[in-house]
């Protein structure tokens, strides 16, 4: 089973991002977001239970040193030992509030995340709420497919599974489900190849949206671009306006 929004360690609750030309971002994830006969997005880009999913911010001096990447923040069971596990294999920490108890990092590659530790489950877990308007799925793809589900294996606490039928003919296997200890999948890690060209090596958080085919004419119409359509998953990889990646997948 694939679900990232969900509670406890290697669970996603949310993603955010600093963005210059702040009030043209935001207008263009609004447009590209409520689309359809019944939008799973509000125009303030929570979902329609008012929950906060993703958070587009302004970028002031202070996020200078983020990435200009959607991160997304996976819980994990301590913020200290995973970020010292990340330096160690070849990662680096970018911000740190030990107050708060998060941080943001950055793997081997340059994709970065944040983590926050584990966030209680007040309202219990349905699959009507997480429709509303919430993160569907994360997709990694990256050089080196093994050394990051390892890299994240240690660092989240992540378990790995090869996806079946992805291995090459010396049995290399090209994609990893990685799951929290209940088996349940909150993310991909893909072997980089020719299908994913044009892809960056970041973390692409997959939207949810009412109507693919309208989005996809209101990304171009706001000024960002399809970069490539996957039919067999029934998404599209796309850019926005500021050269940020993320992928919009039928709701």
């Not at 302004?58 to 301590?78: G, K, N, S």
Request: with cysteine; net charge negative; glycine share 10%.
């Amino acid at each position: 089973m694939q679900r990232s929004f969900r509670h406890g360690v290697g669970g996603v609750l949310s993603a955010d991002i600093a963005v210059p030309d702040h009030e043209r971002e935001l207008k263009f994830y609004s447009a590209i977001l409520t689309t359809g006969d019944v939008p799973l997005w509000r125009e303030d880009l929570t979902n329609n239970n008012g929950t906060p999913v993703i958070g587009l911010g302004v970028r002031t001096p202070e996020y200078d040193t983020l990435p200009l990447q959607w991160m997304p923040h996976f819980q994990v069971a301590d913020v200290a030992a995973s970020a010292a596990a990340a330096i160690d294999m070849g990662g680096k920490e970018i911000m740190r509030d030990d107050q708060s108890q998060w941080a943001v990092l950055a793997d081997q590659v340059g994709a970065a995340f944040g983590i926050i530790p584990v966030v209680p489950d007040e309202a219990g877990s349905t699959g009507q709420r997480e429709r509303l308007g919430c993160i569907s799925w994360l997709s990694l793809t990256v050089p080196d497919a093994s050394a990051s589900k390892d890299f994240y294996r240690q660092v989240v606490g992540w378990n790995t599974k090869p996806t079946p039928g992805t291995a090459d003919s010396e049995g290399r296997f090209a994609s990893f489900e990685m799951q929290r200890d209940d088996g349940i999948a909150s993310a991909e890690i893909c072997q980089q190849r020719s299908e994913h060209d044009g892809i960056p090596p970041v973390w692409l958080i997959h939207l949810p949206v009412d109507d693919l085919v309208e989005s996809l004419q209101r990304v171009s119409e706001g000024g960002g671009e399809v970069i490539k359509e996957f039919s067999d998953s029934n998404s599209a990889v796309v850019r926005d306006p500021v050269g940020v990646h993320l992928a919009l997948q039928a709701g």
